[in-house]
Nanobody
Framework: QVQLVESGGGLVQAGGSLRLSCEASGRTFSRYTMGWFRQAPGKEREFVAAISSGAVTYYVDSVKGRFTISRTNAKNTVYLQMNSLKPEDTAVYYC???????????????????WGQGTQVTVSL
């Protein structure tokens, strides 16, 4: 069983920045592929970014150049640095963990075994 706890969400003006954190339980965090997804009201949950155990990163096109995913294995934590935020980035952001090293499924909800409770990010004009 892995528990994921997100933090760092909030309200920010367009053009601003936020850093999300996700702390995971478990002693083999370094082996997990970690992902961030988001879900806006009335929309399906969508992939945002992922980082493999080898620190290879993946992003959806809409956030490339603005968001950066990183991890600190010593702290069992993955981060999502979000810059140049836009109103369309408004959503609940979820952290997810893939314990099976299915890196080829990094953008798929089915590729993850555990999910956090989500943290709200609201970007105003």
């Amino acid at each position: 069983q892995v528990q994921l706890v997100e933090s760092g969400g909030g309200l920010v003006q367009a053009g601003g920045s936020l850093r999300l954190s996700c702390e995971a339980s478990g002693r083999t965090f370094s082996r997990y592929t970690m992902g961030w997804f988001r879900q806006a009201p009335g929309k399906e949950r969508e992939f945002v970014a992922a980082i493999s155990s080898g620190a290879v990163t993946y992003y959806v096109d809409s956030v490339k150049g603005r968001f950066t995913i990183s991890r600190t294995n010593a702290k069992n934590t993955v981060y999502l640095q979000m810059n140049s935020l836009k109103p369309e980035d408004t959503a609940v952001y979820y952290c997810a963990a893939d314990l099976m090293a299915r890196e080829f499924l990094y953008s798929e909800i089915s590729g993850y075994d555990y999910w956090g409770q989500g943290t709200q990010v609201t970007v105003s004009l």
